[in-house]
């Protein structure tokens, strides 16, 4: 099973700042296939990134994805109000699929 | 609008049985594969099981493996998922989720169902 760790914890940083989440794997994640999940709190999880770093339908450009191998970055380039939440990377080049425990950014 | 409508969850006691559904609609369900993610109180994200779009195939998380069954019913855009013998750690809200086409990504997520195991 690939384990996939969250840094860090917690990430509080004000509007207009500049957020970068690490997702790190316990073995290679074959062809980038590493995705990321915003779920803010009382909602469903939402598909932000994909393949690394596509991004999903109707994502804002502020939200990017890159990486490859065992290391993978979310960053998010100007903080809105609305991203406070928790974000989770999840892997599915292998069975199980896994996601990482998630990075709570307040904001 | 596409739509994942889940039905099924509950209070149930330690050993017993609960199934969960999840019903699809806007979108041809019979061309995409399915998945079951958990989430206990408080805590992250956790893959159960997924199947595919004919329900030849299917995949569990070894916490679950031979205690839950995935499903799906392509002539009633029905997914759905049998859970035996449930512990204390199966409890948890259950959302059911659509595969991104051609990926084993989730973009479309069901509103959860909760599942509580107790005496």
């Known amino acids: 099973e690939i384990v996939l760790t969250q840094s860090p914890g917690t990430l509080s940083l004000s509007p207009g700042e500049r957020a970068t989440l690490s997702c790190r794997a316990s073995?290679?994640?074959?062809?980038?296939?590493l995705a990321w999940y915003q779920q803010r709190p009382g909602q469903t999880p939402r598909l932000l990134i994909y393949g690394s770093s596509t991004r999903a339908t109707g994502i804002p450009d502020r939200f990017s994805g890159s990486g490859s191998g065992t290391d993978f970055t979310l960053t998010i380039s100007r903080l809105e109000p609305e991203d406070f939440g928790v974000y989770y990377c999840?892997?599915?080049?292998?069975?199980?699929?896994?996601f990482g425990q998630g990075t709570r950014v307040e904001i | 609008e596409v739509q994942l409508l889940q039905s099924g969850g509950g209070l149930v006691p330690p050993g017993g049985s609960l199934r969960l559904s999840c019903e699809a609609s806007?979108?041809?369900?019979?061309?995409?594969?399915m998945t079951w993610v958990r989430q206990a109180p408080g805590k992250g994200l956790d893959w159960v099981s997924d199947i595919s779009p004919s329900g030849a195939s299917t995949g569990y998380a070894d916490s679950v493996k031979g205690r839950f069954i995935i499903s799906r019913d392509n002539s009633k855009n029905t997914l759905n998922l049998q859970m035996n013998s449930l512990r204390g750690e199966d409890a948890a809200v259950y959302y059911c989720a659509k595969h991104l086409t051609g990926w084993d990504v989730f973009d479309i997520w069901g509103r959860g169902t909760m599942v509580i195991v107790s005496s």
């Open positions: 073995q290679s994640v074959t062809s980038s296939f």
């Open positions: 999840q892997q599915y080049s292998n069975l199980p699929r896994t």
């Open positions: 806007g979108f041809n369900f019979r061309t995409h594969a």
